[in-house]
Every structure is written in structure tokens, then in C-alpha cells.
């Protein structure tokens, strides 16, 4: 059994991730819903891992295939580690190197991860096909422009469809396609680049990595910078297979529509449909990304490029002035104290109360401690109840930062109370400004009342 267990956030996916600790070794649990999912990611792991390449090694599995153990290779992502970059829009040399060495490793994924591969593991379909291609299209048409409001013949839509996947599929090669190739689904661990979440992988052209990853909506990329990470791609991909740049540089275009069109789908749906905010907030740089892609025209399908055309240049599309931001103020106190007063002038909150939990202030050992020690930390994630506990709590909370985001309301306060303020209730707190601002991106202020210690803004870039 475990010392200590830690929940770690999925973003959109429905597999549950946790930190397992114990003897000085830390490996990350893993429960998929879907075992032909999980059967493929651990298939690939494993082939990739013998080859040499730098993705999680898969230590262990159930027989049922629901759950697994991989390498824990931390908790930074590269697009964690570039939020400053982004925010002022300067790349220094550490960073860009960075990048450099993630673009030059890619082509080993793909060519040399696809020799001697079954691709009959793959999940859903074992190459990007038609198929694929019209089921990406069709959930751009159905779950986003649709939910425009835009009037459009679907006819003459589905004809340019058509030939979209006529151009994409032109493009010849056994190697791998990685499909979700971008900057969160790679983990900075020592400095270096190593690549996860490739269960939707399958066999395909390797144009579509490097657009997914060089046109994510959210990464934002100077074109001079984008433009010297596909030079380094370029020049590792020819030390595989031969490579006609001109003729890449073409093609490739045709791959940043599809891929953004296929990201707008993604966000229509999760955001329209599933009611969450953060993919909301990545439609305004896909269409940014659109927009300039439609600079040039596509005289391959000219419906599909006026009806885009359209629909980006939308009044509900134009740029807006910024509404003022969430912020989430999370408070641990003592009850023997009182409840914590809103500053805000809205009378308060959430507040929980954490007291029917194990208290580790009854043991002389965590005594003079608190819930941010780590002594504290593994007694009350090796009982578990705290982590039972900040399920519900969480549950409740995500839905009142996703609705007051959509309702552009400005703060919101979370409490934890326990005894004496120290253990519990630190914990808690602790771990919650940890959950918000890692799944959401907002501004937390979290205050630890009775240790006299505040962090505002938390998790600020």
C-alpha cells in the first residue's frame, strides 16, 4: 500500500491520475474508462520506451486493463514552463532551446517509434483515413459553426470537405501520428522534453504533429520563433527520410486548417455543450490563428474559406474589452476563532468543515507542525478521508468557478475550518488554490489565517 496518495489533475480527460508515494519512490496511478484506451497508451509506451524515446515507462498493469503505474516524470509541462514567455512575449535562449530540443525529438517519435509497431493497437481506427478526417470535420460542422448561428449550405460544405481530406490523405509515410502533439502533453523533467498522452495516436502523416503543436491555440508563438522551430523540426525530420521543404512548407498549410478547424470542434463542444469556461478561452487565439491562415487564400475549397471567412469576422468573435478577471480567495482558520469575514463585500462563501477528519494534532509528533509539512501531509493522505472529503468539496466549488466565470462575477471565497487551524484545514486549503489554479488559470489569494501566511496572487505566472 501507499504512504501517501495525491490526486493530480486530468484537464479534459476522463482518466484520474494520482501520485503514489512511499519508501522514497513516487510513480503515477492511472484509471482509464476506457480499456481499448488504456491498452493502446500502454502498447505504445512500452514500444517507445524499448526504443530509446523519452515518454513515461509503464511499470505495471491490472489484468483488467483498467488501471496502470507509470514513471512519475513530475509535475511541470511545457506549457507550464513558458507561461512567462507568453505572457511578455520575449522567448529567452533557455526557453528556446527548449522548444528547439522538443521539435527535434519529435521526427524519433514518429519515424523511429512506428518501426516494428503493431498499429492494430491503436483506438479508435489504426490510420488517419477518411474516416478520421470526416468524423474531425464533422465535429467542427456540428459542435461550432453550427452553434454560430451562421446559415450555410451544408451541400456545398461537405463537397470541400471532401476535398480537404483529398489533399490531407496526398501525404504518404508509415510513420506514427501523435495526433495531440502540444505543449501540455510535454513534461520538462531535468531540463528535458518527454512526451505523454499519445493513446489517440496512429498511423499517419507527420504533418499534423507539427501543426498541432506549432499553431496551438494557446501558445502563441512569434511567427519568427515558429518559423525557426519548424527549421529545426525540418532538419532532424532529414535524418530520418528524405524531405522536400518546399513541398513540407506547402502541405502544411492544409494541416493547420484541418487541426484548427478539429480544435474549434473540441472547444465548441466542451465549452457550448459541457459548460466549461477554460475551453471557451481558447476560441479567441484559434480564430486569431485562423484568421491569419486565411490572409492567403485556399483556392482548393473556396466555400469552406468564405464560409470561414464569415464566421471568424462574427460580431460575437470581435475582439472585446477584458471583463475584470475571477478571483478565488481560499482561507484555512480555526472555528475557535470564528468563520473568516469577506472582504469583498458579497458575505462570504463556500466553508467547510473539516473537524469530523482524523486530526493529526492529537499525536505529540505533528504537534508543533502543520498541514504544509510533509510529515503532516502523507498521515493525512495515508488515511484518506481528507482526500474522500476534497472530492465533494472540489465538485462543489469547480461548478461556482465555472459558473461565476460565465457570469463575469469577480470573487468568490472558499473556507476550510477546523480546531485549531493548523493541520486540516491547511491542508485543504492548500490543496484547493492548487486545484483552481491549475485547472482554471485564475488569480487565487489564499490565506492561511491562523499561520499568518498569504500568497496573493497564488500560481502567479
Partial sequence: MPQGMEALSAAG?????FRLTGGGVSVVGVEGTSVEENRAFIAMA????????????????????????????????????????RRTGTYGEEETALLRRTLQRLPEVQ???????????CYPLAEFNTRSVMWDLNYFKYCFLKATGLEFSEDRLEDDFQRLAAVLLRTDGDTFMYRDFQSRNVMVKDGEPYFIDFQGGRRG???????SFLWQARAQYPPALREEL?????QSLARF??????????????FVLFRTLQVLGAYGFRGYFERKPHFLQSIPPALDNLRSLLDEDFPEYPYLASVLRQMAGMEQFRPTPPRHSLLVTVCSFSYKKGIPTDG?????GFVFDCRALHNPGRYEQYARLTGLDQPVIEFLERDGGILHFLEHA?????????????????????????????????YAAQRTAEHIHARYGVDVRLLHREQGIEICPYGRD
Avoid: I, K
Wanted: net charge neutral.
Fill in 13 to 17: 480527460s476522463n482518466r484520474r491520475y
Fill in 46 to 85: 512500452r514500444h517507445f520506451h524499448q526504443a530509446g524515446l523519452p515518454v513515461p515507462q509503464v511499470l505495471a498493469r491490472s489484468a483488467d486493463d483498467v488501471y496502470y503505474l507509470q514513471e512519475d516524470l513530475g509535475d511541470t509541462t511545457l506549457f507550464d514552463r513558458l507561461a512567462t514567455c
Fill in 111 to 121: 519515424v523511429v517509434g512506428a518501426r516494428g509497431f503493431d498499429f492494430g493497437v
Fill in 205 to 211: 502523416p507527420v504533418h499534423y504533429d507539427v501543426a
Fill in 230 to 234: 519548424l527549421d529545426a523540426y525540418l
Fill in 241 to 254: 527520410m528524405p524531405v522536400d521543404e518546399a513541398d513540407f512548407r506547402r502541405r502544411l498549410r492544409h
Fill in 344 to 348: 469583498s463585500g458579497n458575505g462570504g
Fill in 394 to 426: 472540489w465538485a462543489l466549488v469547480d461548478a461556482s468557478v465555472e459558473r461565476y466565470q460565465a457570469r463575469g462575477f469577480t470573487h468568490l471565497m472558499v473556507c476550510f475550518g477546523c480546531t485549531g487551524g493548523q493541520h486540516r484545514s491547511v
